[in-house]
């Protein structure tokens, strides 16, 4: 019965007849390069502010203000990095950055799991409307809300803290992040539930040993929004914090324009480096990146 799986494919048997080889050169048409050169075109125009960046990086605080702006460097001034340093606790900054991020993207993992596998997973009266509500809520515009969360953590004595950056996100977070759990969670064959269920295995253990393990792609993914999100995050430092000891990089880079002078050439150099960690992690998580958009939009 296996005999006609195990036949090769009558095509490859008949003369004459060439099977198409997969590894063939790809025609360029005028169409293909015409959209080559418009990508050319579009990476080029994204990618002027970071060499004039970099350019600016380089040069003295008077080659900067130079018009019209150049983009090569004659006299490169690789001092500027080692000058940004120094001239403010750049390391102090990282490193309450990194703290921030840290405390955040493990929170949201967290918890956002947790309620997108509720979601997606349990049986419950007003699942469906506490959904659609979740949704909604990401319509709210933010400004909306600093006003109510700034009484509330007065009220807490939580100003000049860490806390009113890290609790929140320790409360679900991000509506779209609930989302994308729920929609990867639902993906999840019901049969692996089952199967645990019949073994004895608790809703915990199901979510903890079975549904953890299985969604790498979407903990990458939002591990990946959330820490760049706090990364490059300003308005919340600048409204609950007062003592520059505690100003994560989003805050320093802006005291580079205010202490003795405007610093461009130190700014720049300043904001290279604040910029290197977030491209790294980008360079690692791309393919984790474009799974979960694959996995999590449905039909």
């Keep these: ?18 099977m198409k080889d997969p590894n063939t050169t790809r025609r360029w048409t005028a169409g293909s390069i015409l959209a080559l050169l418009l990508l050319l075109a579009l ?56 703290i921030l991020c840290v405390s955040c993207a493990a929170g949201q993992l967290l918890t ?66 609930i989302f994308l759990f729920r929609q990867f969670f639902r993906a999840i064959p019901a049969e692996l539930e089952q199967a645990a269920r019949l073994d004895g295995a608790s809703e915990w253990q199901i979510y903890w040993r079975i549904f953890l393990p299985l969604s790498k792609p979407v903990l990458v993914t939002v591990g990946l929004l959330s820490f760049v999100a706090h990364w490059q995050e300003f308005l919340g430092p600048l409204i609950y914090l007062s003592d520059y000891r505690r100003y994560p ?31 790294l992690l980008f360079l690692l998580g791309q393919r984790y990146f474009t799974r979960t958009l694959l996995l999590t939009g449905g039909k």
């Design 112 to 177: 956002a799991s947790m309620a997108g596998y509720a979601f997606a997973r349990l049986r419950f009266k007003g699942r469906d409307l506490l959904f659609v509500i979740l949704l909604a809520s990401m319509m709210l515009p933010a400004q909306v809300l600093l006003l109510p969360h700034f009484l509330l953590y007065r009220q807490l004595d939580w100003v000049g803290t860490y806390k009113p950056l890290i609790v929140p996100s320790w409360l679900g977070g991000s509506a779209f992040f």
């Design 249 to 279: 990089i989003s805050m320093g880079l802006r005291m580079y324009q205010s202490m003795d002078g405007s610093f461009v050439n130190l700014l720049m150099a300043a904001s290279l480096m604040a910029s290197v960690p977030l491209l």
């Design 43 to 98: 990476a080029a125009v994204f990618l002027m502010p970071f060499l004039w960046s970099l350019s600016a990086s380089l040069k003295g605080l008077g080659q900067v203000y130079e018009f019209p702006p150049k983009l090569t460097v004659s006299d490169p001034q690789w001092s500027n990095y080692s000058r940004a340093m120094a001239r403010l606790p750049f390391a102090r900054f990282m490193l309450n950055t990194v």
């Design 1 to 18: 019965m296996f005999r006609s799986y195990l036949q090769p494919p009558v095509s490859s048997l008949q003369p004459g007849i060439k």
